[in-house]
C-alpha cells in the first residue's frame, strides 16, 4: 500500500477508486513547485492539495495587489501589501493538513536548483521567462516543465515531459461481457517532448497557414 | 465586495451589469456545486440560492472544498454559502437544505429566479428540474460528472433541446430474479444477492413476492413457473428463520439453508447445469475451523480479498452484531428493519461476506470489501478536477445566457482518451424533438381562487371562452383533460365536470394537461395548465379564473414531413463523448442546429474587443451564402466555425 494510512484512504476513497492504490502513492510522494502566484496558479494548486500531493512550493516575490483580490478568493483586503507566495500557502495549507506546502521567493533565480521538483509550473512569465526556466529544468534532469497563463477568456498550457516520458494507456479488451473484471490490460508507451525553446522556434514556413488560422485565434501565435 | 471591473473589461458594461443583477439558483450543493459556487461569486453574480438536501461526510473532502473536516455532518447548502460569502462577504446568497421536489418550490418560485444552475447527481431530481424550468420559462443549465468525464448543456424551452427530448440510460442496472437467485455468474450477481435478498429478508423489510417476477414478459413468467415457486418457498423459509434471531444457532441455521440446502435443491435441477457450472454445497463447521489466527471479524482488511474461511467468520460476526441491533430496536418498540446503507460497517461486511461465501460456492471471482462497497452502494468515482472544469463552463454558458447570446452556447464533453488530444468536445444545442412528450407544450398557469369552490366545469367553460380570442388555447374543440396518469374528463366522459378540483387531487402545484382528443397525429401542442394560488384583487373584488403566461409561450417548430420518431437511440452523450446527438432531421432549414434569441445580434457592440475580433474573422472566412438578412448569416457562419473546430483546446506541436 505504499504506506497510505486508513484515514487517507478514507479521505481520499472517492478518487482511489478512479485512478487506483498505486497513482495515489505517486501523488502522496511528488513534489511540485509553481513559479508565479495568479489566479490559474491558485486554482490549479487547491486541486493538486486536495488530491493529496506531497509538497507545493511556491514562488513570486511579488505582493498581493488590488487587482489580485477580483480574482483570488484566499485573499482578502487585509493582505493586502503582504507576500503573494507566503499568503496563499497559508491558505491552501487549510484545504488539507496532509500537504505540505512553502513559500519560497528565491527559486526563480537563475541559479535556482530545481532538482527536488518532479514538475515545476512557471504561470505567466513576470518572475522569470518560460523559456529559461524550461532550461533550468532541463538542467535538472527529471523534473518535468509545464507552463501555462491566463488573460481574460483565453488561456494556454505548455508542457516538456523530458525525452522519454513512459506512460500507460489503456487497451480495451474484446468480449469482455457485463460482468467481467473491471481492470482493463494497459500497455506501457514513451514519447519525447520538446522544451518552449524549440516548439517556439518552429517554423511557419512548415506550416499550413491558412489551416493553423482557421483553427487557432490568432492570438495563440500573440501569446508566443 | 469583490470589483468587477475585469469582468466588464472582457464582456462588457451591458453583459456585467445583467450578469450582477440576475437571480440565480443553483440545485446541489457537492462535488460540482462547490465550483460552481465558488466561479458565480467571484464573476460579478450577486443573488445566488443553493438548495441541497445532503450533509457533509468525510470522502466528500477530497473534491468539495468550502467544507472542511469541521463541517461533517453540517448541511451542505449552509456550509457552502457561508464560505462563498467569506471569499465575497456582501453578496446576496441563501442556502436552503431541502429537497427541490417539495411542494414549496413551485412554478411561481421557480419564475423569481433568471437562470437555474443544475448540480446534481441523479436523473429523478434533473427530470423534476427540467419540467419546472419549461413550466415557469426559465432558462437552465444542466450539468453531470463522473470520474474523468462530464457534460454541460443549456436548456431553453422551445429553443433548444429539453432534459427528455432524448431517452436516457436507467441509472441503475437491473438483473433477472433467476441470474440473481439461481445461476449468478459474476460477483455482482452475489453481491446484489446478498444486499437484495439475503439482507433483506433477514434484517429489512420483506420484499414483496410479487416483485419476484419483475422483468418478465408473459412467456417467460410461464416458463419459469416452477422454478419462481420454488424460490418463493425459499424466501418464506429464510424469512421464518429470522425469527430465530439472537440465539446462538442463528448464523449456522442461516449458513445452511442457504449455502447447503437451497444449493441442494439447485443441484436437483440436473437441466439448469447442462451449460453451466454446478454450484457445490459449503461446510460451515468445516470453514470455522481453518479460519487464520490473526483474522479479527471486527476490523477485517477490506482492501485485500478474503480467504472463504475469513469470510465466514465475518458472516457469523456481523450476523449476530446485525441480529442484536434488530432486536435492541424491536424492544424499543420499532419493527426493527434495517435498510442497507453502504456506510454501515455490519451491514457492508454482512453483505461481502456473504457475497463472497455465494461466489465460492460457484465458482465466481471473490472481491475485496473496498470492491463490494463500490458496487453494492453504486459509488462513482470523483475527483476535483472534472468538477472544476464542468463548473467553469457552466459559468461561461451562464454569461452567454443572461446576455442573451445564446447562438455561443453549445453542449460540451469533458472526456478522457490517452490517444486523443482533445479533451473537451462541443457540439451545437440541438433543436427539440418535435415528439417530446415534455416540452412540447405550452406551460401556463391557471390562477385559482379556492380550489374547493371551482370545478372541473368551471375550469372547461373559461377554457372555451378564450377560443376565438387572441388569447385561444389553440386546443380545438373536443378537449381531454389528464393529471398525471388519469382521465379527469373527455367528450365520453363527463362525470367529474360537477366536480370541486380539490376533491379530484387538483390543488396548487399540480400540473393538468389538455390536449385534443381527435388529434391522432400530434398536430396540436397540449398545454399544461400549472395550479397556482391567485394573488388576490387588490381592490377586493371577486377574483375570477385566470390563465397567464402567454408571452412566454415560445414558437414551436412544425412537425417534420415524415411524421416519424426522431432520436430514439441517441445515448446519453457523457459516456465517452461518442454519444453525439444528431438531430439534422427535425427543423427544415437548420444547418447546424444552433439556436439564437431573436433579438441576437453578433455584432453587438457590448462585446469586449476580443470578442469582435473573433466574430469578425468568423465572417470572413463564412461561404458565400447570400440569402436572407445578416442575423441569419451569423448563425450560419458560427455553424461553419463551430463544426470545423469542434475543440476548446488545441494542441501546439
Same mark, same amino acid.
Given at each position: 500500500m505504499g504506506g497510505i494510512s486508513k484515514e487517507e484512504v478514507a479521505l481520499y476513497d472517492r478518487q482511489i477508486r478512479l485512478w487506483g492504490m498505486e497513482a495515489q502513492s505517486r501523488l502522496r510522494t511528488a513534489s511540485l513547485c509553481f513559479i508565479g502566484v495568479k489566479a490559474l496558479t491558485l486554482e490549479a494548486c487547491k486541486n493538486l492539495v486536495l488530491a493529496g500531493v506531497g509538497h507545493i512550493t511556491l514562488c513570486d516575490g511579488g505582493s498581493v495587489k488590488e487587482e489580485d483580490l477580483e480574482v483570488q478568493y484566499y485573499f482578502q483586503p487585509e493582505d493586502l501589501g503582504q507576500a503573494k507566495d507566503k499568503v496563499l500557502a497559508e491558505r491552501l495549507k487549510m484545504l488539507n493538513p496532509l500537504v505540505d506546502i512553502q513559500a519560497n521567493s528565491k527559486l526563480s533565480d537563475k541559479d535556482a536548483n530545481l532538482d527536488k521538483f518532479d514538475v515545476v509550473v512557471a504561470v505567466g512569465g513576470r518572475q522569470c521567462s518560460p523559456v529559461q526556466l524550461n532550461g533550468l529544468c532541463r538542467t535538472a534532469k527529471a523534473t518535468r516543465f509545464v507552463a501555462a497563463d491566463s488573460f481574460g477568456a483565453f488561456g494556454y498550457i505548455f508542457a516538456d515531459c523530458l525525452d522519454e516520458h513512459e506512460y500507460m494507456e489503456e487497451v480495451k479488451s474484446v468480449g469482455g461481457g457485463e460482468a467481467s473484471n473491471s481492470e482493463s490490460k494497459h500497455q506501457k508507451l514513451a514519447a519525447a517532448y520538446k522544451p518552449l525553446s524549440q516548439s517556439i522556434l518552429a517554423k511557419p514556413e512548415a506550416i499550413n497557414t491558412q489551416r493553423l488560422l482557421r483553427k487557432y485565434p490568432p492570438l495563440v501565435f500573440i501569446c508566443q | 465586495m469583490r470589483s468587477t471591473k475585469q469582468l466588464a473589461r472582457i464582456f462588457g458594461e451591458e453583459t456585467a451589469s445583467r450578469v450582477s443583477n440576475a437571480r440565480l439558483l443553483v440545485v446541489g450543493a457537492g462535488g460540482i456545486g462547490c465550483e460552481l459556487l465558488k466561479n458565480l461569486s467571484m464573476s460579478g453574480f450577486q443573488h445566488i440560492h443553493a438548495i441541497d438536501l445532503d450533509t457533509i461526510d468525510l470522502s466528500n473532502l477530497n473534491r468539495q472544498f468550502l467544507f472542511q473536516r469541521k463541517h461533517i455532518k453540517r448541511p451542505k447548502a449552509e456550509v457552502a454559502i457561508k464560505a462563498i460569502k467569506d471569499f465575497n462577504p456582501g453578496i446576496d446568497a441563501t442556502a436552503g437544505q431541502a429537497n427541490i421536489k417539495e411542494p414549496d418550490y413551485d412554478v411561481d418560485w421557480f419564475s423569481g429566479f433568471d437562470l437555474v444552475l443544475n448540480a446534481l447527481d441523479n436523473l429523478d431530481a434533473r427530470r423534476h428540474v427540467n419540467t419546472m424550468c419549461l413550466a415557469a420559462h426559465v432558462p437552465l443549465i444542466e450539468s453531470g460528472t463522473a470520474g474523468y468525464l462530464g457534460q454541460v448543456t443549456v436548456i431553453s424551452g422551445g429553443k433548444t433541446e429539453c432534459f427528455e427530448c432524448q431517452p436516457k440510460a436507467a441509472e441503475r442496472k437491473t438483473y433477472p430474479v433467476c441470474t440473481i437467485r439461481s445461476t449468478p455468474s459474476a460477483p455482482i450477481h452475489c453481491i446484489v444477492w446478498a444486499k437484495d435478498y439475503l439482507f433483506a429478508q433477514l434484517f429489512g423489510e420483506r420484499a414483496d413476492e410479487a416483485d419476484d417476477d419483475q422483468g418478465m414478459d408473459a412467456e417467460e413468467k410461464a416458463e419459469n413457473m416452477e422454478e419462481l415457486k420454488q424460490l418463493r418457498e425459499e424466501s418464506r423459509d429464510l424469512s421464518r428463520l429470522a425469527e430465530a434471531m439472537g440465539s446462538a444457532g442463528f448464523p449456522k441455521a442461516v449458513f445452511e439453508k442457504v449455502f447447503s440446502e437451497d444449493i441442494a435443491r439447485l443441484l436437483s435441477m440436473k437441466d439448469m447445469w447442462k451449460q453451466r457450472r454446478p454450484p457445490t454445497k459449503l461446510d460451515f463447521a468445516a470453514l470455522l475451523e481453518r479460519v487464520s489466527a490473526e483474522f479479527d471479524p471486527a476490523h477485517p482488511d477490506d482492501q485485500s480479498v478474503l480467504s472463504v474461511e475469513d469470510s465466514c467468520a465475518l458472516f457469523v460476526h456481523t450476523a449476530n452484531k446485525l441480529a442484536h441491533r434488530v432486536l435492541e430496536q424491536q424492544k424499543q418498540g420499532s419493527q426493527g428493519f434495517l435498510s442497507f446503507d453502504k456506510d454501515d460497517e455490519d451491514a457492508l461486511n454482512f453483505v461481502a461476506a456473504t457475497a463472497n461465501l455465494r461466489s465460492q460456492a460457484f465458482g465466481i471471482e471473490q472481491k475485496s470489501i473496498f470492491a463490494i462497497k463500490a458496487m453494492a452502494g453504486n459509488i462513482i468515482p470523483a475527483i476535483a478536477t472534472t468538477n472544476a472544469i464542468v463548473a467553469g463552463m457552466m459559468v461561461m454558458q451562464a454569461i452567454m445566457v443572461l446576455s442573451q447570446r445564446m447562438a455561443e452556447c453549445h453542449t460540451a464533453y469533458v472526456s478522457y482518451n490517452s490517444k486523443r488530444a482533445r479533451s473537451i468536445i462541443k457540439e451545437p444545442l440541438a433543436t427539440p424533438n418535435p415528439r417530446c412528450p415534455i416540452c412540447r407544450r405550452r406551460y401556463l398557469t391557471l390562477r385559482v381562487p379556492d380550489c374547493s369552490k371551482t370545478t372541473l366545469g368551471d375550469v372547461i367553460s373559461h377554457v372555451a371562452s378564450l377560443? *376565438?380570442?387572441?388569447? =385561444? &388555447?389553440? &386546443? *380545438? =374543440? %373536443?378537449i381531454a383533460v389528464v393529471e398525471g396518469s388519469r382521465i379527469l374528463y373527455d367528450p365520453d366522459f363527463e362525470d367529474n365536470l360537477g366536480e370541486s378540483l380539490k376533491s379530484l387531487g387538483i390543488i396548487p402545484g399540480r400540473m393538468v394537461t389538455l390536449t385534443n382528443e381527435d388529434d391522432d397525429e400530434g398536430l396540436v401542442v397540449p398545454v399544461v395548465l400549472n395550479i397556482a394560488k391567485h394573488q388576490g384583487n387588490a381592490n377586493g373584488t371577486q377574483v375570477q379564473l385566470a390563465i397567464e403566461g402567454f408571452e412566454k409561450i415560445p414558437k414551436f417548430a412544425p412537425l417534420? %414531413? %415524415?411524421h416519424q420518431d426522431n432520436g430514439a437511440d441517441a445515448e446519453d452523450g457523457s459516456e465517452d463523448g461518442a454519444g453525439v446527438v444528431a438531430n439534422d432531421q427535425l427543423a427544415v432549414d437548420n444547418k447546424g442546429a444552433i439556436i439564437i434569441d431573436d433579438d441576437t445580434d453578433a455584432h453587438a457592440s457590448n462585446m469586449g474587443y476580443i470578442s469582435d475580433e473573433l466574430s469578425k474573422r468568423q465572417l470572413d472566412d463564412a461561404t458565400t451564402d447570400d440569402q436572407g438578412p445578416s442575423k441569419r448569416r451569423a448563425l450560419e457562419t458560427d455553424n461553419t466555425a463551430a463544426k470545423a473546430d469542434n475543440d476548446d483546446i488545441v494542441v501546439l506541436d
Open positions: - | 377560443n *376565438g380570442t387572441e388569447r =385561444d &388555447l389553440q &386546443l *380545438g =374543440d %373536443d417534420p %414531413d %415524415d
